[in-house]
Every structure is written in structure tokens, then in C-alpha cells.
């Protein structure tokens, strides 16, 4: 490990781009490439950055529990401090940020042609507080992180957007906002709690981990913290922003809603929301997952009948996110390395998704799936792109999308497995609704006379789409690349909330949860397979 | 010593004496000379400042009426801010609405006069007095634009109610008076605590009584109404002056005479407040939702603002007074720098404060949307702005005192309020202008004079540590 602050470089660096920018003069109207390729390289360093703190992160399982720590006293009268620090999970959040980040700057080239330096400046500020969403261990500094990307988001939804784009920024940040609001107030009465406990403030979640919280406060701060994070998710019912924002959105913005802001839900969930209270975490995690079931197969089946390709893709998103809230929920080893994997490959194949989605409508300015048809023929190296993220996205095997679905089921059939049935019924309906797009999209005579001179990919468009590829066929490959360094976390946020549940439900089953004892991590892949039992979660009755 | 005596009362004086220089001033200005009038009240304010703060920690007091404790200091400080602030912003608008300045200038002193002593004043009847001295300033302030009906219709309509405010604040003294032969805040509340008056209804009267008065003066539901026609009608510079300004002071006397002399009796009026904090937070962002003028529209918000004030109040603890005192501070700000850009873009026919007035203005004036988003940001509360941390510190009072219930109901309707100043946003940032003349570009002092105000909404947004500090210190002195 350097001397270096690394996490605040990370964060620092698109900052200082952004307040660069301002001083850059717009020379060249909607094409200046100077302020475009400016931001590109600050983004792409800021990519290296976080590729830098993966190469000095100490992954082994007895290494430290957060690393890369930095903690600065910023408000001492209340215990608030500037406090970084990542784990694998974070870390992992925090490469895909600085990866998708410049990918989704070179969709823009097309698709943003009016105040490129607004949206530039935009585009890195919201950059820095994604990262700062992920290494925060102050959940004062978090919160702070997670209010402060709701305006740039806001802006690139509202000025870039689409024709509905007023309504659906001020949806989005309305709906984000009342999820996020009650959770301050549940961190406000954490801090007060620790004072009380221990005569201190504290908003330091390590110091807090280990404050005893009655159940029935429990039960108010989880649904507090919950509801803000499944807003965020986005849980069915909480989802209706959703699909207007990511429609909406121009393709940079729906690649990084879809790609990051959606796992600021899920990792708050695993980050917070259940270690923090764990009896109430439990005590909720069966009406959780019978809501995520709902949401994966409610969002399969309303992807189904969009005509609009985005909308397809915005509801598929709904159903993929199912997927991690409900591998969260199994609070075993299985499902959280499931989930965490799930929302790297969601990222991935989903930012493509809508990568290549806005390529498409760049060309034609229509996104009804119904105004395509025979493509293959007119862009063929588009339809082998597609092709790749949508089996990706479908979770055939040997790609991303394959290894966290599979891990998910693996641990919601140990809890309970009608959870995996429903779920499994959900893998099956992705892949009809998403084959069933890319055939009407691609296969076939070409109908529509628009289509039949359209340019295939151009170089850029290679730069954008050939990572995103690469990384889901890497992904599915080589999964133990990425489940590595996430292990050690999750096996401690899952003994952190096996060793607060009531003795009665500790049975044997907890052995499972850990992953068994053979594996500290990699379950499914290294290790024999736990022995099957169903339910193992009824006992205990909470 | 005579000089001791004089101590607590040396900031007021500065301000006092500045005020009849920028009338003296004005009564030998030969016709169509130019005079930096708005130069010798910042001069003013400036030494009123210096002695502010060289009366820090000293706890100063004179005649026994008034104190210069760290907690009016603070105060004091805050209501400095806001005059200068004012002043700054004042200079492009007086001379193009063509307002005299002498008078303006030295009315803004004397309210500021009124205002300090508001929060110095240890004393019922001095509390009063100030607040009059305030009020009447004030009064003329909104009634400025003579030309113009609205203003002199808002004058009027605050004049009458005001009046009406102060002489129940003035009946309720009478009562307190009446009950425990003093009107001084230590001896009325030394009375209360001994003689446990809880339940005495001659004392709950006179505490009701002061409580429309003040309530009045901060504009809390159901004491509101006067406040958007006033706001509306006066000039926006001096809309932004009343709101934070008078809401101060209001806020400072109001938290010292229930806090201190009516603390033993926090269990007969904490119920009140809190329900006329939970009405004011709800129907000031509620009512703001619908309003398409922008001074109308932050009028309410204005109204939303008392209400978060008021719950420093109720939670009666240390963290609830420093949270006020910061609350004022990062409010002052903010609020200043928003009315100031309504203000700079208006004209002198016409106010120019029609949400569509602001449609396309970061085509236009891009530097002054930036501006106005910082403004309402903070006033919504969102980080990194003074308003987040404020708010932050108001609603972790709350809960401290155990009100999860309001603090859930502030967080809601600051969520709710976040819509319309989102409004202005959307304007701003998101729709085309229509053929409606460009605003004059901002410059200047006033330009620097908004400057200043984001300054602060940033500093205290960022870095609230030292800020913090010094309210915390504010309140431990005294109480």
C-alpha cells in the first residue's frame, strides 16, 4: 500500500476535472473535443486509480476488514468524520464506477450534442460522489454522498433527457429523495443512541456495528434504511421511477443509473441495512424476498410487452435487481456473493444494454423495437455486440449474468426453495423477453426502408461496446477474479448477522451459511457442494 | 465603572449612530449629488461587528436590561451578516427602482438597531420596545415602493397585524408582570421555578399572549397570513432582508424568554409548539407547492423555515439552541442570496419574479443560475449547502429530545418543499425563454455582495466544524 490517499485521490480527481472545466472555455459548440476528450482522460485516470487500489488491496481472508483507510475528523462535536475505507465489496463497486464512467463518456459523443461542459461537469461530479458512496464509513459522510449524486443526476436527466425528461428527473429525485430523507432520520437516531450508550457521537458504522439496538428500534431504523435503499434498488413496489428515469435519461446517464446508482441499493442493503440491525434484518428478510420474487417475475413479464427497446431494458432491470435484493435476503454466503457478483454483471451487461440500445436510436431516433427488424443484415457487428450482452443479460453459462443468478438460487434453496423456484422462473422469462427482442430487432427481411443504409459500429462505438463485451465473457469465465476479493467481506457481514440471531434459529444451518467449512469463500466453485435441505431457516421463528 | 456599564450596548450604538449619520448626510445631499450612503452603513455595520466580536466570551451587561452574551453575539453577528449582505445586494437596486436613499439606508439601519437589541434584551418590556423599533423600521421598509400598489397594500396589511402582534406580546407581559412583580427575565423565571406556576392560568394567559406575539413575528401557522402578501409586496431586496433578518431576531428573544425564564414550564408549552411547528413546516411547503410567484413561493418556504427553527425550540436542550443559532446563520445566507438574484433581475416596472421570468436564464445569465441553484439547494437542504447541515442539526435536536415524530415530519415536507424549488430550477436550467426581455446582467458590489453569500452557504455547508462550535459555545454561557 502507498502513503497516498488513494480513495481520496479517487474522488478528488473527477472533482478537480469538473472544477477545471469550468474554467475551460466552450469554443467549439456541441462537437468541442477538447472539453470532451479532457473529461475522458480524467475519467480514465480515475478508471486507473481504482485499478490501483484492486492491485494494493489485500484480499487474502485474514487481511483487514476495510483498507485503504483514511479518517479525518470533519464535524468533532457530533463524531462526524471524513472516514474512507473500502472492502472487497466496496472495492469492487468502485472499479465498476471508474470502468463504466468513461464508457458511458464515449456513448456521449453522439448522444449529447448541446452544453457539453455542463454535462461533462455533471458527469464527473457524479462520478466522485458514486465513489464516495462506496467508501464512506461514516454514515453522516454517506449520506451526505448519497444526496449529493441525486443533483447531478438530476440535471443529466432533465436538461438531456428525453421528451418526458422534466417529469422523469423530478420523479426521480423526489422518489430517492422520500426513501432517503427517514433514513436520516434513522442515522440521526443511531448517533443518539451511540451517545447514549456510550456518552460519544458517533456516526462511525464500524463503531456503530457493535451498538445494542432493542428489536423494536430495530424495526422502525431497518424499515427506515430499507425503504430508502429498496427506493433506490429499485424493490417492486418502489420501482414506478424507474422506468420513466432510465427512458428518459440520454444513454450516458441510463448507462450509469442502471450501471451504478441501482447498487448503491443493494450495497447499501448488505452494507447497512442488515448488519446494522440484524434481528430486524431477519426478522423482514422473508417478506424482502417474497418481494424480490414478485419483482423478478412482475419486471420479466412487464419487459415482455414493451414496445420500446429502453422500457425493455429499464423493466428487465427491475427483474435482474430482484435477483440481488432476493441472493441479500438468504443471508448466507451464497446468496450475498451471489447478489454482489449480480450487481457487477447486472452493471455490466445492462450498461451495455442500454449502450447499445442508445447507438441504435442515435441512428434512427426511434426506440420502438416494432420500427426495427432484419438489422443483421444492415449492422452485423452491432448484432454480434448485442448479441454477446444479451446472453450476458439472459445468464447463459459461461457468461457474467449466469455465475451471481446461479449463486442467488444456490442460496435461496438453501433457505427456502420455493424463493428458487420463483426465481428460476425468472431466468427462464428473461431469456424470452430479451431473445425475443434481439429476433425482432435483428432477424427477418428488412421491413422499414429507414433501415436499410445504416452505418455499423464506428471505432468509437467499439471503444464503448468491445470492453463491455470482453468483461462479460471474463466475468463468466473467470468469476473467481471478482468473488475473491469480496469473499472475506461477506463471510463477515454474514457471521456479523448469524451472531445476533436468538440461539434457537442457530442451528446447523449456520454452517451453511457460512459457506460451509471448507469455504471461506468461492462456495460454489472451489468447494463441495453443502448437503441440500430445505427451509433451513424455519426454525427459529422470528 | 461608567464604561463597563456601557459595554453590552457599544455594537447598537455603532449601528444607531451610523443610521442618523446616513440621514444627516441625506438632509445636505444638494439636489442630484451622489453620495456613498450604502458606504457609511456598511461602515456601520462593520464596527458594529468589530465590537461584536471583541465582546465575545466577556458576557457584558448593561443596566441590567440588556447582555451581551455569546449567545446575542452570535445573534448579533448573524444580523450583521444580513446587513451587509443586504447593503451590497441594495446598491444596483435602489438606484435603478428609485428609492431615496438616505432613508432606505438608514431604515435598514435602525431595523438592524431594533433587531440587536431583540436579542440582547434581558428584559420584557426592553424585548418589546426593540421589537417595535424593528417593526416600525420595517413597516416603512415594505411600504417602500409608494408607486406601487402591492407594496403599499403588503405594508399596510402587515402594519395592522403587527400592531395587532405586539400589543398581545405587550398583554402578555402585563400578565407575567401581574403574576410575578417583575418583568425581568431572570426574576420572572426564578419566581416561576419557586413557585411552581405551572398550572396557574393568570401565567399560562400571559405565556399564550407572548407566544402570538412572537409567533406573529416569525410567521408561524396560524399566525401567517400576513407574511406572503408582505414578502410580495416589498421590495425584494428588503423581502430577504424581513426574512432572515426579522425572523432572527423574532427567533433569538423568542428562544430566550421561553427557554430561560419559561423553562420550568416546558411541559405546558412544549405541546403547543408542537403543533404549531408541525402546521407551520406542513402548510408552508404544502401552499409553497402551488404559488407561481417566486417572492410568493419563498415567502412560504420562509414560513416551512420557522417551522424547522421552532424545533430547536421544542427540543429545549443545548444541541436544540445551537442548532438555532446555526440554522439562523446558514438560513441568513442563503436566503439573502436567493431574494438578492430576485432582486437583481427584476426592473423597476416591473418585478420580473414570475416563475417564467426564469425560464432559459441559464442561456442568458448562466453565472446567476448557478448561483440560484446553490441558493435553493441549500434551502432544500441537499449537501454540500449550508442548509443540509442545518437542517441536519435542527432534526438530530429533535431527536435527541426524543420528537421522532416531528423530525419525520420535517424531513417530509423538506422533501415536498425540494419540488418547488426545483421548480425554479426547472425553469432555469430546462426550458427555452420565451420572448420576454432579458434581465440586465449583475454586477458589481451586488455581484460580490451574492459572492459573499455563496461563499457562505459553501463554508457552512462544507466545513461547519468551526461555525458548530462557536453555537454550541453560544448557548453554554447561558441558560
Known amino acids: 500500500m502507498t502513503g497516498l490517499p488513494m480513495l481520496s485521490l479517487a474522488i478528488l480527481l473527477p472533482v478537480i476535472g469538473a472544477i477545471l472545466l469550468l474554467f475551460v472555455r466552450n469554443t467549439d459548440g456541441a462537437k468541442d473535443g477538447l472539453i470532451r476528450n479532457l473529461t475522458l482522460a480524467v475519467s480514465l485516470a480515475t478508471f486507473a486509480v481504482t485499478l ?20 479525518h475528523p470533519w464535524i468533532p462535536a457530533f463524531g462526524i468524520e471524513y472516514f474512507l475505507g473500502i472492502d472487497g465489496l466496496s472495492l469492487m463497486l468502485i472499479v465498476l464506477t471508474g470502468f463504466l464512467t468513461p464508457i458511458a463518456l464515449l456513448t456521449s459523443w453522439d448522444s449529447i450534442g448541446s452544453r457539453v461542459k455542463e454535462f461533462s461537469i455533471f458527469m464527473l461530479v457524479l462520478e466522485a460522489a458514486m465513489i464516495g458512496v462506496f467508501c464512506a464509513l461514516d454514515l453522516f459522510l454517506f449520506y451526505v454522498f448519497w444526496d449529493i449524486l441525486l443533483i447531478p443526476m438530476y440535471f443529466l436527466i432533465g436538461i438531456w433527457g428525453y421528451d418526458q425528461r422534466v417529469y422523469a428527473a423530478v420523479k426521480f429525485i423526489l422518489y430517492t429523495l422520500a426513501g432517503s430523507v427517514l433514513m436520516l432520520v434513522a442515522i440521526i437516531g443511531l448517533s443518539w443512541m451511540h451517545f447514549a ?79 446494522l440491525f440484524p434481528e430486524a434484518g431477519a426478522y423482514f428478510a422473508p417478506v424482502i424476498a417474497m418481494l424480490s420474487v414478485v419483482a423478478i417475475i412482475y419486471g420479466a413479464l412487464v419487459a415482455m410487452v414493451q414496445p420500446d427497446m429502453k422500457k425493455l431494458v429499464a423493466y428487465s432491470s427491475v427483474s435482474h435487481m430482484g435477483f440481488v435484493v432476493l441472493g441479500i435476503t438468504t443471508l448466507n454466503v451464497q446468496g450475498i456473493q451471489g447478489a454482489s457478483f449480480q450487481m457487477l454483471a447486472h452493471g455490466v451487461s445492462t450498461g451495455g444494454l442500454f449502450a447499445l440500445v442508445g447507438m441504435m436510436s442515435d441512428r434512427r431516433h426511434t426506440r420502438l423495437i416494432s420500427e426495427y427488424g432484419g438489422i443483421k443484415a444492415v449492422m452485423p457487428k452491432l448484432t454480434a455486440a448485442f448479441l454477446v450482452i444479451t446472453l450476458a443479460s439472459v445468464g447463459l453459462p459461461g457468461m457474467n449474468g449466469f455465475v451471481g443468478e446461479f449463486l442467488i438460487m444456490l442460496g435461496a434453496f438453501q433457505w427456502d426453495a420455493r424463493y428458487a423456484v420463483g426465481a428460476g422462473l425468472g431466468v427462464i422469462l428473461s431469456a424470452v423477453y430479451m431473445l425475443w427482442m434481439f429476433q425482432r430487432l435483428f432477424y427477418g427481411p428488412v421491413t422499414n426502408d429507414h433501415n436499410k443504409h445504416l452505418p455499423d459500429l464506428s471505432f468509437r462505438e467499439w471503444a464503448v461496446i468491445g470492453p463491455l463485451a470482453a468483461m462479460a465473457i471474463v466475468m463468466g469465465v473467470f468469476p473467481n477474479v471478482f468473488l475473491k476479493p469480496m469473499g472475506p467481506a461477506v463471510d463477515r457481514i454474514v457471521e456479523r448477522v448469524i451472531a445476533h440471531q436468538p440461539a434457537s434459529a442457530r442451528t446447523d444451518s449456520d454452517e451453511f451459511r457460512r459457506g460451509g467449512p471448507a469455504a471461506a469463500h468461492l462456495p460454489a466453485f472451489d468447494s463441495p457442494r453443502p448437503p441440500v435441505t430445505t427451509s433451513v431457516r424455519t426454525a427459529g421463528g422470528y | 465603572m461608567f464604561s463597563n456599564a456601557f459595554d453590552a450596548v457599544i455594537p447598537v450604538i455603532c449601528l444607531a449612530l451610523a443610521g442618523l449619520v446616513v440621514m444627516l448626510a441625506e438632509a445636505f445631499r444638494g439636489k442630484g449629488e451622489r453620495m456613498p450612503l450604502g458606504g457609511l452603513a456598511l461602515i456601520g455595520l462593520v464596527g458594529a461587528a468589530a465590537a461584536s466580536v471583541l465582546l465575545w466570551n466577556r458576557n ?34 435602489v438606484e435603478r427602482d428609485g428609492l431615496p436613499a438616505g432613508e432606505y439606508y438608514a431604515m435598514l439601519l435602525f ?60 398583554y402578555g407581559v402585563a400578565f407575567i408582570y401581574g ?8 426574576r420572572v423565571g426564578s419566581v416561576i421555578a419557586a413557585q411552581s406556576m405551572s398550572g396557574n392560568v393568570m401565567i399560562l394567559l400571559g405565556v399564550g399572549l407572548m407566544l402570538v406575539g412572537f409567533a406573529f413575528k416569525i410567521a408561524a401557522v396560524p399566525f401567517h397570513m400576513w407574511s406572503p402578501d408582505a414578502y410580495e409586496g416589498a421590495p425584494a431586496v428588503v423581502t430577504g432582508f424581513m426574512s432572515t433578518g426579522v425572523k432572527a431576531a423574532a427567533i433569538a428573544a423568542f428562544a430566550r424568554v421561553f427557554l430561560s425564564a419559561l423553562e420550568p414550564m416546558i411541559t405546558d408549552w412544549a405541546p403547543i409548539i408542537w403543533g404549531m411547528a408541525a402546521a407551520t413546516m406542513v402548510v408552508g411547503t404544502v401552499v409553497g407547492v402551488a404559488q407561481t410567484s417566486l417572492k410568493r413561493m419563498l415567502a412560504y418556504s420562509s414560513i416551512a423555515h420557522g417551522g424547522y427553527l421552532l424545533l430547536g425550540i421544542i427540543a429545549g436542550s443545548d444541541v436544540g439552541k445551537a442548532a438555532i443559532l446555526y440554522y439562523l446563520a446558514a438560513y441568513a445566507v442563503t436566503n439573502l442570496g436567493a431574494f438578492g438574484i430576485i432582486a437583481l433581475l427584476g426592473t423597476r416596472a416591473r418585478a420580473n419574479d414570475d416563475l417564467r421570468d426564469y425560464a432559459g436564464l441559464a442561456q442568458s445569465h448562466p453565472g446567476v443560475a448557478a448561483l440560484m441553484t446553490f441558493f435553493l439547494l441549500s434551502l432544500g437542504g441537499f449537501p454540500p449547502t449550508a442548509g443540509f447541515i442545518a437542517k441536519w442539526y435542527v432534526f438530530s435536536a429533535a431527536v435527541g429530545a426524543g420528537y421522532y415524530g416531528l423530525a419525520v415530519i420535517g424531513v417530509l415536507s423538506s422533501v415536498v418543499s425540494v419540488f418547488f424549488y426545483l421548480r425554479v430550477v426547472v425553469m432555469m436550467y430546462m426550458s427555452e425563454r420565451d420572448a420576454r426581455p432579458v434581465p440586465a446582467p449583475v454586477a458589481g458590489v451586488a455581484l460580490a455582495g451574492l459572492a459573499l453569500s455563496l461563499a457562505g452557504v459553501l463554508y457552512l455547508g462544507i466545513l461547519p466544524a468551526r461555525v458548530l462550535d462557536w453555537a454550541q459555545a453560544s448557548v453554554s454561557t447561558i441558560f
Open chain 2, 60 to 93: 457584558a451587561t448593561s443596566f441590567g436590561v440588556m447582555t451581551a452574551d455569546n449567545f446575542s453575539i452570535f445573534v448579533n453577528l448573524v444580523i450583521i451578516m444580513v446587513g451587509i449582505l443586504t447593503v451590497a445586494i441594495s446598491s444596483q437596486t
Open chain 1, 52 to 71: 490501483a487500489l484492486w492491485a494494493g488491496f489485500d484480499s487474502a481472508p485474514a487481511g483487514e476488514s476495510f483498507q485503504f483507510m483514511e479518517r
Open chain 2, 179 to 186: 403574576v410575578t412583580g417583575s418583568t425581568g427575565l431572570d
Open chain 2, 111 to 170: 431595523a438592524i438597531v431594533g433587531m440587536m437589541l431583540m436579542a440582547q434584551a434581558t428584559d420584557l418590556l426592553l424585548i418589546f420596545l426593540a421589537l417595535e423599533t424593528m417593526s416600525i423600521a420595517v413597516y416603512i421598509l415594505t411600504g417602500f415602493r409608494r408607486d406601487q400598489v402591492q407594496s403599499t397594500e403588503g405594508a399596510f396589511k402587515y402594519f395592522l397585524l403587527g400592531a395587532f402582534a405586539s400589543s398581545f406580546f405587550l
Open chain 1, 197 to 275: 450508550a456510550t456518552g460519544q457521537y458517533s456516526f462511525n458504522v464500524l463503531e456503530l456495528y457493535a451498538l445494542d439496538i432493542p428489536f423494536n428500534v430495530q424495526y422502525w431504523f431497518f424499515l427506515a434504511f430499507a425503504l430508502a435503499f429498496a427506493i433506490k434498488v429499485p424493490l417492486f413496489p418502489f420501482h414506478t421511477w424507474l422506468p420513466d428515469a432510465h427512458v428518459q435519461a440520454p444513454t450516458p446517464g441510463s448507462v450509469i443509473l442502471a450501471g451504478v446508482l441501482l447498487k448503491m441499493g443493494g450495497y447499501g442493503l448488505i452494507r447497512f441495512a442488515f448488519p
